[in-house]
């Protein structure tokens, strides 16, 4: 594991309520079930006053969520940074894990096998590895991705509506979000004609 020493303190509960989201902690760490003998820098998942008795939740950078009874000897607890403090050890990130969507054209497994080879040249051969593959056809139609309110007005004139993104595949759609409060509208592309005069 990759650790680092920090200098830091443990937090009771009363000092935990006075949290807020922005404040950075470290909780005890731990990934897909399984306690590591080590903290994890992470922060509250909501203000620490709004946390109504039992126990405080935090977010690990790591995606873990974390609950805690911070005055419960038998748990880590949760600590601060503090010079006056004492020495923990701290899980370090070791790399970032993407969740790729790769349009390759044709689909064929040289082509796949070429971005992979790639890949590893530009990082280092044993470092970039394939955790899991997903082979989708993609059907050659194309649509335009629209956004309107999640509660428009039926039969609406579309004076509401954004333009998210034209001329794309439908698999890349399942890969996007609306906006808060918005809704996706996809529809069959149409190619956008300039009837501007000219001279």
Known sequence: MNTEKVTARRLTAEETASLDLQDSVFVPAGTDGVALDCYAPASLTKPGKNFEGGSFTARTQFGEEVHILPDNAEEGGIWVADKAGEEIEVLQSAGVLLNLA???PGGS???LESLYSAARDAFGAGIVQRWSEEVVAVPDVKVDLYEEPARGRKNGNGQNRDRRALDIYPT???FLEPSEGWKFVVEP???????????
């Open 102 to 104: 790769l349009f390759v």
């Open 189 to 199: 592309h149409k190619e956008i004609v300039d009837e501007t005069p000219t001279i």
């Open 109 to 111: 497994k040289e082509s």
């Open 172 to 174: 890349r759609v399942r």
